[in-house]
C-alpha cells in the first residue's frame, strides 16, 4: 500500500481521536465524571476519565469499512464488533458510575467465548500441534488469554502516558510487520489504533488532563488479544511476536499477581505494587518513567520483534530472552522499592 495513503490514514484518525478525547473530557468534567485520587492512585488531582472511547470510535468503524471491502472475512469483523462492543459498554458504565467487579469479569468471560467462537470456527486449527491436541484446549487458552489480556491491560493503566504509548508501539509494529506479511486489513486496523492512541496520548501526557478509562484500557487489550489469536492462526504473525511486544505489561502484571498471590496478601485488593507504580513513587515521575519506557521499546524490544519475525527459527529463543531480560528488571525494581508498595485499600480499577 502506498505510503502516503499510510500516513493520510494515521494523520486523519489522530485528528479525529484527538478531537473526540476533547469531547469526552468535556463531557466528563460536566457531569462530574472523574477519577479522585486515593491511596493506590498516581495522580493528586480530581482527573475526568472515559477518554479511551475515542480509540474504539476509531477502531471499530475501521473493522466495518475493511469487512465491507472484502478485505477482512465477516466472522472476524462478527468477533471484533461483538466483542469490542460488550468491553466497550461494561466499561463506560463502569467509568461513568461504577460497576461491580464480578458483572465486569462476567462479560469480559462471555466477550471473550464469543470472538473465540467466530475467530476458531473460522481457522480450525490447533495453535500448536505439539501442546494443544484438541480443539477444546485451543478455545479453553484462548479465552483465558483474551480475559488475562483485558484485564492485564486495564491493571497496567495506572500512569499517565504509558498505555497508551504500549498500545502506540505494539499497534505500529505489529502493523508494519502483517504489511510485510501481505495482511493489509489487520495491519490497517492496528495502524487505525495506533493513531486513535496518538490522538489521545495528547490529553494523556503527564499531567493528564483525562484518563484512558476502563472504555479504552480494557478494549485496547481485548484487541490485541483478538489480534494475536486472528495472525497466530492464519500465520501471519506468530504468538511469539505478540508476546516480545506485550512483554513490559505481561511481566509486569504476572509476575506482581503471583507475587501477591505466594505472599499470602489478598491479591483481589488493589495495591500500589506494580513495577511501574514502585518506579514513580520512588520519585521518578510520569514523564521520567516514559522516557525510560520509550528508550526500552526502541533500544530492546523494537529490534527483537524484528529479529524473531525475520529468523523465525529463533523465535523461542528470543522470547525467552526477552522475558528473562524483563523479569530480571522487575525484580531489580521490587527489590529496591517493593516496600512502597504494600498500601491495601477496596479494588478501583477504573485509571
Not at 495495591?271 to 514502585?278: D, E, P, W
Amino acid at each position: 500500500m502506498n505510503v502516503l495513503i499510510l500516513v493520510a490514514i494515521y494523520a486523519g484518525i489522530t485528528l479525529f481521536a484527538w478531537s473526540v478525547t476533547r469531547w469526552v473530557r468535556q463531557y466528563a468534567l460536566n457531569k462530574m465524571i472523574l477519577d479522585y485520587p486515593n491511596q493506590r492512585s498516581l495522580h493528586t488531582v480530581p482527573t475526568p476519565r472515559g477518554g479511551g472511547l475515542s480509540i474504539a470510535l476509531s477502531v471499530l468503524p475501521a473493522v466495518i469499512v475493511m469487512w465491507y471491502s472484502g478485505l477482512m472475512p465477516l466472522q472476524i469483523a462478527i468477533a471484533t464488533g461483538g466483542g469490542g462492543l460488550l468491553v466497550i459498554l461494561i466499561g463506560w458504565m463502569d467509568d461513568n458510575r461504577g460497576v461491580a467487579i464480578i458483572w465486569r469479569f462476567l462479560c469480559y468471560i462471555i466477550a471473550s467465548i464469543w470472538a473465540c467462537y467466530w475467530i476458531l470456527s473460522l481457522y480450525g486449527q490447533p495453535l500448536d500441534d505439539e501442546f494443544i491436541q484438541y480443539m477444546f484446549w485451543q478455545y479453553l487458552f484462548w479465552t483465558f488469554a483474551l480475559t488475562w489480556m483485558i484485564n492485564l491491560y486495564n491493571f497496567m493503566d495506572g500512569s499517565d502516558a504509558l498505555a497508551a504509548l504500549q498500545a502506540i508501539f505494539a499497534a505500529s509494529v505489529a502493523a508494519v510487520l502483517l504489511l510485510a506479511s501481505g495482511q493489509t486489513a489487520f495491519a490497517i486496523v492496528l495502524l487505525v489504533m495506533a493513531a486513535s492512541c496518538t490522538g489521545f496520548l495528547y490529553w494523556n501526557w503527564p499531567p493528564a488532563r483525562i484518563f484512558m478509562g476502563d472504555t479504552g484500557s480494557c478494549f485496547i487489550g481485548f484487541m490485541f488479544g483478538l489480534f494475536a489469536m486472528i495472525t497466530s492462526n492464519d500465520g501471519t504473525l506468530s504468538i511469539t511476536i505478540w508476546l516480545i511486544l506485550l512483554s513490559l505489561f505481561i511481566c509486569d502484571t504476572s509476575l506482581t499477581l503471583l507475587k501477591r498471590i505466594f505472599g499470602g496478601e489478598r491479591w483481589y485488593i488493589a495495591h500500589r505494587g506494580h513495577a511501574y507504580q514502585l518506579v514513580i513513587q520512588s520519585g521518578l515521575g510520569h514523564k521520567q518513567l516514559i522516557y525510560r519506557v520509550l528508550l526500552i521499546y526502541i533500544i530492546f524490544l523494537l529490534p527483537l520483534s524484528w529479529f524473531a519475525f525475520r529468523f523465525d527459527g529463533y523465535q523461542w529463543e528470543i522470547t525467552v530472552f526477552t522475558y528473562c531480560m524483563a523479569a530480571a528488571a522487575w525484580l531489580l525494581i521490587q527489590s529496591r522499592f517493593g516496600r512502597n508498595g504494600n498500601v491495601k485499600h477496596e479494588i478501583n480499577t477504573s485509571t
